[in-house]
């Protein structure tokens, strides 16, 4: 037991010794952490206000793209509309170019069949006359006509 009771001595005396001898390097050692951990604290404290800021720069972004988004569509429409107006001037007037197109080539092809119809009409009543004419015509009518239009014209036509 003797020895037991050296070794608690030796043990308490080593722990004096170190305490007293080590104390301030223990406790230089504790500080330097204990101000590394609020070093840490404050820096991780600092980024997260750093990204609180980044993040409502960025929703304030966001918020701006939207707006001008909804601006950039609505002028868009817009012109879409305006354009969609335009083309569909364009596209009744082109139909009433071609519907008074039409309508003049309808008539001059009406005047041209009415032609076509008098030239055939003139045609078949000159074949139907020639035809009469050639049925009842005697030699005496024949005759009597040629006189008739020789005391008609009389000298002077044929001296001109």
């Known amino acids: 037991m003797a020895e037991f009771i050296i070794t608690a001595v030796n043990i308490f005396v080593l722990a004096f010794a170190v305490g007293y001898f080590g104390s301030g390097m ?7 952490r204990k101000a590394g951990i609020v070093e840490s604290i404050d820096s991780a404290r600092k980024q997260k206000e750093d990204a ?3 993040h409502m720069d960025y929703e304030k972004k966001v918020s701006g793209f939207m707006e001008e988004k909804a601006a950039i569509l609505a002028r868009a429409g817009e012109k879409a509309k305006l354009r969609e107006a335009e083309i569909m001037d364009d596209a009744h007037a082109e139909a009433e170019r071609i519907i008074l197109r039409a309508r003049k080539e309808a ?3 009406k005047l041209k069949l009415k032609d076509d119809i008098k030239r055939d009409m003139v045609t078949y009543a000159t074949a139907a006359a020639a035809k009469i004419i050639a049925e009842n015509m005697t030699d005496d009518i024949q005759a009597q006509l040629i006189e008739n239009t020789l005391n008609g014209m009389g000298e002077t036509t044929w001296q001109n």
């Not at 223990?26 to 330097?32: A, C, T």
Request: glycine content about 8%.
């Open 26 to 32: 223990i406790g230089n050692l504790f500080n330097k």
């Open 52 to 54: 609180a800021k980044l």
């Open 107 to 109: 008539e001059l092809k």
